[in-house]
């Protein structure tokens, strides 16, 4: 065990209380463990529409703060996700501390089961970056607080291609709404990052016939993604510059900011990838004033949360799938209220997610 001063103690404790009462989070939870060498953080931001829901990623993070700041962002990302997609889910997230092709195993994970288990339905999981199916059947035999687990025992199995189905709903309505036509035969689509959602994105694309570039930090799967759908690829030095009609990030976060939106060169931004606005309002805005529309991530990218939500009422994939496609027709009613209203789309999709939230708020209080 490590000996901690205790004002270097007091300075955590007291930044970080801070720092997570301003995001509004109910708790914060952190696991560890020497036998598997676990370590993971759990938060649960806001459980007023139901137990916080929300994937766990794995992520080699170099510092802890790094982690603490992911998951802080993303829990509540993650309400806002639940409320907008009208379910009956709070908003939570968990990470793992690791590299996920080296360091999980069967133990981690059945460990960080237990860690779940003990928040007694509060947190319930589910798959994000890094984790697979496989690995919520390990979870699953420590609690009954995990979703996205294998079809073969009653689940949903991967989100994945709900979620890249339901940003290509958003894809279509913001082409609807941008151009007047949701076709997107020939039209140029940047997909940058082609992992499990944004090859499943490429393909929906490409049957489309839309003119698709991809980007990917791993050349391998560039090679073998560009090779399955015949489209050409480009390398990050010319990502952000380049000349598209739209731009769907589907890596990791916080991909638009000063420095990134002043070089974009498309009409509309709408991708996969969770908190794609470095700062939520600043950025929002700076895309309004270069006229790109921007389909906010919490609101296309619930599909996935669409369809592990059905996994705890007894699967209906189809239920699922029509939920998913409500994204399109949501899309265009949050950018017509944006309009309207003369705000940024992402300050129209948040303040109906969170207007839910208040008036559940206030129904319990008078209940
Ligand atoms: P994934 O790990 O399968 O794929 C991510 C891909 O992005 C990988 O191929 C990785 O190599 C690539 N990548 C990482 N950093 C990059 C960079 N700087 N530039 C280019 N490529 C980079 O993850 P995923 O499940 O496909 O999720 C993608 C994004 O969508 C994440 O932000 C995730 O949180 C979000 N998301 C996923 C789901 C889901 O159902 N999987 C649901 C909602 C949101």
């Known amino acids: 065990m490590r000996t901690l001063s205790k004002k270097m103690i007091a300075k955590e404790k007291g930044s970080l209380l801070t720092y997570m009462t301003a995001m509004g989070h109910e708790q914060l939870v952190f696991c560890q463990d020497e036998e598997t060498d676990l370590k993971a953080i759990i938060a649960i931001h806001d459980t007023t529409l139901g137990p916080a829901l929300g994937g766990t990623r794995m992520w080699n993070y170099s510092n802890s703060q790094d982690a603490v700041d992911y998951v802080l ?4 990302g993650m309400t806002y996700k639940a409320a ?17 092709s080296t360091q999980k195993n069967e133990s981690l994970m059945r460990r960080f089961g237990k860690f779940v288990d003990s928040l007694g339905g509060k947190y319930i999981t589910a798959e994000d970056v890094g984790m697979s199916p496989v690995d919520m059947q390990y979870v699953r035999q420590e609690t009954k607080f995990v979703t996205g687990v ?11 291609p709900f979620t890249a189905y339901g940003v290509y709903m958003g894809i279509k309505a913001s082409a609807k709404y941008k151009w007047g036509s949701n076709d997107l035969t020939n039209k140029r689509i ?3 990052g082609i992992g499990s959602v944004g090859e499943h994105l490429v393909k929906h694309l490409c049957d489309e016939g839309a003119n698709v570039i991809i980007n990917d930090i791993n050349q391998e799967k560039v090679r073998k993604v560009a090779d399955k759908f015949h489209v050409d690829s480009i390398l990050e030095t010319q990502l952000y510059d380049l000349d598209v009609d739209i731009y769907a990030p589907c ?9 990134t939106i002043p070089a974009l060169n498309c009409c509309i931004v709408a991708g996969a990838a969770n908190n794609q606005l470095q700062d939520e309002e600043r950025d929002a805005n700076l895309l309004l004033k270069k006229d790109i529309l921007y389909a906010p991530d919490f609101l296309i990218n619930a599909g996935g949360l669409i369809n592990v939500y059905s996994e705890l009422q007894g699967y209906n994939k189809e239920e699922s799938l029509r939920k998913t496609t409500e994204i ?35 129904a319990l209080k008078n209940a």
């Open 150 to 160: 294998p079809e073969s025992i009653g689940g949903s199995g991967d989100p994945s």
């Open 190 to 192: 940047l997909v940058q």
């Open 328 to 362: 399109y027709n949501t899309t265009l009613e949050i950018y017509k209220k944006a309009e309207i209203e003369q705000i940024t789309t992402h300050q129209a999709a948040y303040s109906i997610a969170a207007k839910k939230i208040a008036d559940r708020k206030l």
């Open 84 to 100: 907008i997609s009208g379910l009956n889910l709070g908003g939570g997230k968990a990470v793992i501390i690791g590299d996920s």
């Open 73 to 76: 962002r993303l829990s509540r």
């Open 251 to 259: 890596a990791l976060g916080a991909v638009l900011n000063p420095q």
